[in-house]
């Protein structure tokens, strides 16, 4: 059983959980992430290693409710328990020094894009990080972004904080305004990423998306996390979960995303009617 340290509500829909677990702290590196089950009949669902604190002993994870396992989730409190933890999983991402990297990140993103711009920026990189929200009360770690980027640029869907519109129009802007990039990370909507790779194919920018298909076991074993990527197929949990944006088959990972969308409703309404008197 994992113990949860500490829960914070970061935006309405956005939660944070710092869970205690040593042995994942002693090993995450940036772009990791876990397979956890909140409670014995519970679902596993990967979450990425948003942040870790060695001396601790605590990962920090950072969710978007969606579905069961993440209302599920909301609902715990610091002090209680989560049933399974597994990890740090997946590839790390590689850092090094290449001079300019834009660090993308959109709803959980955000969060996940953190170690990431960490590490490159430690590295000597120029960071510059580019983050969206609708609107302005669904943004959050703009001071912990800025503290380990060269530049912030934040766009809101709604225009009520900083630009108007969404990260491939500040994408755009950027690569068309003259500026050198050497590489781009991007993680958050398969949606945001997939328009990300679109906008710097034409520029030849090399981009790296974080894929995150349904995973079960995340240790290659089950094949749920199937993805295609330059015609070959991998398995995001093993393989990735990042991948060159430019390779991606998106029409069939959107495909995959959804297989289960009527039995993912009904789950999440058979618990909200359960749970109707307890929040
Ligand atoms: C490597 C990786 C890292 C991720 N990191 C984060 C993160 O840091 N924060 C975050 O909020 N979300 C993250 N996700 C997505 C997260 O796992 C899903 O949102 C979560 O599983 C949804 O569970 P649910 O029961 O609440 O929703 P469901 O009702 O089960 O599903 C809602 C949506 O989530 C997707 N989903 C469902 N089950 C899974 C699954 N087992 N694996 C992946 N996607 C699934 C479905 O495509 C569906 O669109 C990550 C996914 C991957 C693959
Ligand atoms: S989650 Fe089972 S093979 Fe990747």
New binding site residues.
Partial sequence: MYKILLKEDLVPN?HLLKIEAPAIAAKAQPGQ?V?LRVDEPG????????DWDEEEGSIT?????????????ESLMAGDLITNLVGP??LPTHIEKLGTIVCVGG???I??IMPIARAMNEAGNKVISVIEARSKNLLFWEDKLRSVSDQLIITTGDGSYAAKGWIPERIKELVGGGNKVDLMIA?GCTYMMMLCAETTKPFGIKTIV???????D?TGMCG??RVSVGGATKF??VD??EFDGHLVDWDLLIA??????S???Y??QMWECQNWNKH
């Fill in positions: 956005i992430f397979v679902e596993r669902v990967p979450m990425t290693i948003a994870i950072v969710f978007v409710e969606v579905g069961t396992t993440t209302r599920k989730l999983l997946g709803c959980y993103g969060a996940s993680v974080h894929l995150n298909p349904i995973m079960v995340g749920c996390c995001a949990c990735g979960p995959r995303q959804g297989a289960y969308l039995k993912e409703l789950s999440l």
